[in-house]
């Protein structure tokens, strides 16, 4: 996709919606940074119904760790791979208050020094909470990126420098949003709504549905 189509392709993607927010439930740095954890192989419907017990019974690190492992289990045991979900948080909320007071750094390093933060969670929390310009690949928007020609890769890295370098700066802030979002709903894995298709003229998707 030639650099005037990817703007005009953000162009009408924040026409459409303006001010794009996680679709996660959180109350606090905290609660995301857990939320974007469990969310690994797992819907937002599904964790944001699990987390809203959850973050009630324990909405800070202090209070997840007197959860305990076996609790947190028992509040997320409806997604997948709870097990090792809840001794990851349990790990991250005690590494939090022993390594920076309770709070979640702003840092990337910091972060993917975590139990269960790998390079695209540290992205969301980096991008959402502190507001960095950076950008974190999921399945959603791998496969948008290469099926439009936006940024073809081979990987999630691959594709994350791609929409670095190509993704117009004065857009670059919202753009995991958007691309996310457009995932979800209008560029699916399977059936793509192309009919719906706010930038289906920009796209060079060859198959396209009707």
């Known amino acids: ?9 953000f162009h009408r993607l924040h026409d459409a919606n303006p001010n794009p927010q996680t679709e996660l439930e959180y109350a606090s740095p905290f609660q995301l940074l857990v939320a974007v954890v469990l969310s690994a192989q797992a819907t937002d419907r599904s964790v944001n119904l699990a987390t809203r017990k959850l973050f009630a019974d324990a909405p800070t690190p202090e209070a997840m760790v007197t959860l305990g492992e076996d609790g947190i289990a028992e509040h997320i045991k409806t997604i997948g791979l709870f097990r ?15 390594r920076h007071g309770g709070e979640v750094p702003a840092e990337r390093e910091a972060l993917e020094a975590l139990p269960g933060v790998g390079r695209k969670t540290a992205n969301v929390v980096l991008n959402t909470v502190f507001r960095q310009p950076v950008m974190a690949v999921d399945t959603h928007i791998f496969r948008l990126s290469n099926r439009t020609g936006l940024a073809p890769g081979k990987d999630v ?18 753009a995991h949003h958007w691309l996310i979002l457009h995932g979800r709903y209008v560029c699916t894995a399977r059936s793509p709504k192309c ?14 549905t009707d």
């Open 195 to 208: 009919s719906q298709c706010s930038v289906r003229d920009l796209c060079l998707f060859r198959d396209k």
């Open 157 to 174: 890295v691959e594709v994350e420098k791609a929409l670095m370098r190509r993704v117009p700066k004065d857009y670059l802030l919202d």
């Open 1 to 9: 996709m030639k650099r005037e189509a990817i703007r005009e392709f």
């Open 84 to 98: 090792n979900k809840a001794r990851n948080t349990l790990a991250l909320s005690r590494l939090l208050l022993e």
